[in-house]
């Protein structure tokens, strides 16, 4: 109705939650919190024809949907999705049926209908996958794993099919930095799979989807426990026997790239090989040549360039890039401004310049990632010939 407004909040908890305000004589009223998990975040929702909500909880990045009664209070779990990440609800008009959006480590997007009543799913899409056998590709299972300081992370781990374990294995970190590792369909790890290198897709702290404390564990000088976590992910994908020391790579995108080449700067002989896709390495210079929103957002992040300039110093990895002796591929857009393209060039300079083997990816068409069909298979075909001479 006109008087009530139903929503996900984070107030005074950590984490999202369905919450509710009343609205009287148009000002609201005191927030309610209506339905809650511990370890999830509410994500999306839905209203029904029988009064109830449908809830799209995304718990450590898998989705899993409930319905909530506001009349009793009570939650019940919902049926299971045909894949791992739901996008939605919208229900219809009467709210009679409901369409969602499912995708996952193995499957393409699709759009479903879900029939509340019985609550069966039926497919309606069909996103064409030519000559890609689905059954082939890898679903990830969850890890949970130790930080040095006791805080307990959690990360996706892909094993290829019909390869020995442990094996070579790449790590690849999350952009955001307060992103989330979700198991979604990857190209590049699907693809690298195949050539029998296992995956490790961590979320370390700064990671979204497990509460405000933990998204915030790596702001400012903060960040170096996050630096801290990438050693203490090769310690554990080691002593679990997921992987082959001396066998392990590291690759990631935006703030994923400032991760790999923290690794390899940081911890350079853990590392094998390397992927820097459009990461930041040199603060100052990013500071200096970034969109003044990005900047804006980054110094909460981060650390003020004038009044952080020496926190910031430590922790650029352009300042230790002469520790790097893991040959890296680097590849970035000429037309980035959200990263600026002096980022990649100053570690090509530096890594060619020491006779470090490096490879420059540069995509003339491309801003801050690819958009490009042709230029994201140049992208995958690239990072999987690279680890796979390399690892």
Known sequence: DNDTVVFASNVDREMLALARVEITDGKPGELEFLAGR????????????????????????????????????????????????AGGPESSEDGQQVVISVSGSATPTNVWRLDPSSGAFTQISQTPHEGVDLDSLVSPVLKTYTAHDG?????WYYAPRGAEVPGPMVLSFHGGPEGQSRPSFRATFQALLSRGIAL???????????????????NGALRFDGIKDIESTVKFVTEANLAEAGRIGIMGGSYGGYMVMAGLTDYPDLFAAGANLFGVVNFAT?????????????????????????LLEQLSPIHKVDRVIAPTIVLHGANDTNVPVVEAEQVVENLQERGVPVKYVLFPDEGHGWGKVENRVTSDVEIVRWFEEHL
């Open 286 to 310: 990013f500071f200096a040549n970034t969109e003044p929103w990005m900047a804006a957002i980054s110094t909460v992040e981060y650390g003020d360039p004038v009044k952080d300039k020496e």
């Open 151 to 155: 805080l307990e992370l959690s990360g």
């Open 38 to 85: 511990d370890d999830a975040d509410l994500a999306s929702m839905d209203k029904l024809a029988d009064g109830r909500l449908l809830l799209n909880w995304n718990a450590a990045g898998r989705s899993e949907l409930a319905y909530f009664n506001p009349a009793s209070g009570e939650m019940t779990p919902g049926p299971k999705l045909p894949a791992e990440i």
């Open 200 to 218: 490790f897709v961590p979320n370390v702290r700064g990671s979204a989807g497990f509460g405000k404390t933990f998204v915030n564990l790596d």
